[in-house]
């Protein structure tokens, strides 16, 4: 009978093919992600400022091109928010990796009320709602208790450049959080600067990764991620493929 | 694990591939559920890999890494973590004991038994692992663990009709 019983369990604890790599891919998603996070990446002031020259000289010719379109298209007021929309689709599917999975989603274009930029988001998942002047895009079911907050915030800072920006950002995040890596140049998902913040090493642990990317003038939008560890390929890769979407329309 | 705990995700992947086929049939039966399973044995690797420089070469690999998976499954079933050893939480975790009908079988009956006795049993037969061992995993006195094999035999011998179904512990 003990033979018996060691035959049953092995028989029930059978297991489908490709299990073992879907969760290596899942555990290797993990790690990269991780290390994304507590990447330190020191920047010299010189290396900064050329780069941050190159995404103004970059954005610059971009935000021109379209407020030239827009100066000779359309009258200003609602027909430029209705001209601006039109240069999107309202809706797209975009597939998005998640898990070591790709997955198609449903995204619905948002674009904010002074049409200063653009952005699509998982309507499935998401809704977006305005707070204190921001607008956030957060889950539409609300989390069960002892989770930590779960959005993506859109702020837009008018008079302050990205750099100066960035380091604000940085020094706001050591105050709230036991580990934070140093200020990182990116061109993905936003051209700008990334920084990333972690309060400990377990699967509800808060995560805060902050974006600064220019707004084609004299400021910088600060594009706010807030999830879990546990969280970091869900929500975390789904709305670092969001921002990938944003777009700045003025200036 | 020393190349581990440099980073070396080849090494990592050598071990995943040495314990990963018992790790998910661990899991799977004590969580009886294959997605919560497969999140279970996820998180265990992940938790070797961060952990891996406090792993100590002189004890043997097996009880530590059989130890943090059983930790994540009891976390997946429970949807919350706690730190007391889980040899403790198994006093504390199990739910009524519930025996199978008349026609169900040895795995039925194993299955139905109270996650104190259920576990030290899948570790036993499923692993062959000696009763120091389990008792290392489970982080238990290995007179406790005797007790619990014993108790468990007799539920299991009665809920399948008083037929012996195997050696005393």
Known sequence: MDRKLKERLLEESRQPDGVKEEIWNRIEARLNMENNLTQDVKIDSKGRDAFMRKIKITTGVAAAAVAAAVFF???????????????????????????????????????????????????????????????????????PEGYPEVSLTIEQYRDEEPAG??????????????????????????????????????????????????????????????????????????????????????? | MARIAEGDREAFRALYDDYFDYALRTANLVTRNAEAAKDAVQEAFLRVYRHSGQYDPAKPFKPWFYCILLRECCRVIEKEKKTVPYGERLDHIGTEQRFPEAETDIYA??????????????LKYLHDYSEKEIADILELNVNTLKSRLLKGREKMRKSLGGTFYGSEA
């Open chain 2, 109 to 122: 009956a194993l299955q139905a038994l109270d996650d104190k006795y259920r576990v030290p049993f899948i």
């Open chain 1, 73 to 143: 298209t359309l009258p200003a007021g609602t027909a430029f928010m209705e001209d601006v929309k039109s240069w999107f689709v309202p809706e797209k599917k975009v597939e998005v990796e998640v898990e070591g999975h790709k997955e198609q989603t449903d995204q619905e274009l948002h674009l904010d009320e002074a049409g200063s930029y653009a952005i699509y988001y998982d309507k499935e998942r998401y809704k977006l709602v305005q707070q204190d002047g921001k607008d956030v895009i957060t889950t539409k079911e609300p989390l």
């Open chain 1, 165 to 251: 920006l960035a380091e604000k950002a940085a020094e706001a995040l050591a105050e709230r959080y036991a580990k934070v890596r140093g200020i990182t140049q990116v061109n993905e998902p936003v051209a700008g600067y990334r920084i990333s913040a972690i309060n400990g090493n377990d699967a509800r642990s808060e995560v805060e990764v902050v974006y600064v990317t220019d707004n084609g003038g004299k400021g910088s939008y600060m594009l706010t991620l807030k999830y879990f560890l546990e969280a970091a390929e869900g929500h975390g890769a789904r709305f670092e493929q969001m921002l990938k979407e944003f777009r700045v329309l003025e200036q």
